[in-house]
């Protein structure tokens, strides 16, 4: 099977940004995968949709354009999909997702442990609950909390 180089992509529209386009599966088709006015985040979208399409054992073709001097450029690929690392989320700053996650989690159990007939809880169930949602993925919270449900006699939702 001979693997064939798909054409140049087009140059974006609109005021020069970074933009990153991946060629599709139908021929000369390119779509926009990331787009930013810093080359940063594109440069990051960049590394993480290779890395998803080699793990998936797939080849992508992307191609990066760019501001230069106020006009459009077509950027190096290779030098512009460089790694760039993620910066750090410290313990003492959860991301926004994170905390929605464990609010979710927290409610999950709180309303399981109200099914069971729970509903007067000490400052030491509340500590219970929230090493369970520290520790426990979404989906395990919800099946403990539909055993609590079973137990309490309400309806068992997964």
């Keep these: 099977m001979a ?3 798909p054409p140049p ?3 974006p529209t609109g005021d020069p940004r970074w933009v990153a386009l991946f060629h599709g599966s139908s021929p000369g088709t390119w779509r926009v995968c990331a787009e930013s ?12 949709m ?4 080699r793990a998936r ?3 992508l073709a992307v191609s990066l354009w760019g501001p230069q001097d106020g006009a459009w450029r077509r950027f190096d690929v290779q030098a512009a999909a460089a790694p760039v690392p993620r910066p750090p989320a410290g313990p003492e700053e959860p991301s926004r997702l994170s ?3 464990d609010a979710r989690k927290r409610q999950v159990l709180m ?3 109200s099914k069971a007939g729970l509903y007067d809880l000490a400052s030491d169930d509340h500590t219970a609950v929230q090493a369970l949602v520290e520790r426990l993925d979404e989906t395990t919270v919800r099946r403990v909390a539909g055993w609590l449900a079973a137990a309490g006699g309400g309806a068992v939702s997964p």
């Design 9 to 11: 992509s087009p140059q």
């Design 50 to 53: 290779a890395q998803t399409v």
């Design 37 to 48: 006015p810093h080359r940063a985040p594109v440069q990051y979208a960049l590394g993480e």
């Design 111 to 113: 309303a399981g442990l």
């Design 3 to 5: 693997t064939t180089t």
């Design 99 to 101: 905390e929605r996650m």
């Design 57 to 59: 054992g797939g080849t």
